[in-house]
């Protein structure tokens, strides 16, 4: 596919459109389901049929332009994979382009949160997720998809939201701070938690979204699957919010496992992906 969104030529030329999308389709360290490596392919065909105007922005965020970069290809190691997108994001934020980064398992977001930390040294990172991924290393690998968080908290401080399960031992990790981990017990039949969560975040944000973090009922096609999760709505309510509050400075979206049986979970994906660029680019 060389193409998202079904955009013509002047909306998807790279020369000049302002928002790149970079497919990692990466599934080397997954410990549960696998065909994360499907998820990018799947959210661009998805995205064929999302209506490009948004209606809660009134807006039309593809006339910013929004072009397909070619994948980054790594599949064995995930130390190499990590150092490629790296690389990769770095080079596209350099063009000034505003880059969203498909997964992939989670194991991706290290490498394009190292990129945007040393483009916007003071940077704070924003976690939707199920898990902490804060394992120090997991099977034998300090860059596994569980190790993803602990990775990225070196880089920068992080904000976890909608957290429903971890390891003990994460609990050991000098770098989780439980006053910024939002439990989804706790947020999930309320808002009054965000303006605390976004008060904790610096005024430039990467945002990384698990899509884990949305309950089984919303989507199902997940790689670790968690009961207990968010809405859509509460979601975007919140992203809505941080895009007003905060300076997204780049995303990525990971964690798709695509069933032939459940089109709707990636029909979501890009939806979701869609929806955060119009929050993003509305005040711009």
């Known amino acids: 596919m060389t193409n998202v969104y079904d955009l013509p030529k002047e909306y998807s030329d790279p020369r000049h459109a302002k928002i790149a999308i970079l497919p990692v389709p990466y599934d080397g360290t997954s410990s549960y389901g696998k065909g994360a490596d499907k998820g990018p392919s799947a959210i661009l065909r998805a995205s064929q049929y999302v209506e490009l105007y948004d209606i809660e922005t009134a807006t039309e965020v593809y006339k910013r332009g929004i072009y397909l970069e070619k994948a980054v290809t790594e599949k064995k190691s995930p130390e190499k994979m990590v150092a490629e997108v790296e690389s990769r994001v770095a080079d596209i934020i350099a063009r000034d382009k505003f880059c969203v980064m498909l997964g992939g398992e989670h194991s991706v977001t290290p490498g394009s949160v190292y990129a945007h930390a040393k483009r916007h040294p003071r940077l704070s990172v924003l976690q939707l997720d199920a898990h902490t991924d804060m394992r120090d290393e997991y099977h034998g690998s300090r860059n596994s998809h569980a190790c993803a968080m602990a990775r990225s908290s070196e880089a920068a401080p ?127």
């Open 158 to 284: 992080i904000v976890q939201v909608g957290i429903r399960s971890m390891d003990k031992g994460e609990l050991m990790n000098p770098r989780l701070d439980k006053s910024r981990v939002f439990f989804a017990k706790d947020i999930h039949d309320n808002d009054v938690w965000m303006e605390k969560a976004v008060g904790k975040l610096t005024d430039n944000v990467y945002i990384t979204i698990d899509l884990d973090v949305f309950d089984p009922a919303y989507l199902p096609s997940t790689g670790t699957p968690e009961p207990g999760g968010l809405d859509w709505y509460r979601v975007l309510r919140f992203l809505k919010k941080v895009a007003a509050e905060r300076n997204i400075v780049g995303f990525d979206v990971v964690e798709l496992l695509p069933r032939k049986d459940a089109p709707a979970s990636d029909f979501l994906a890009a939806k979701l992906v869609y929806t955060l660029l119009s929050y993003r680019f509305a005040k711009a």
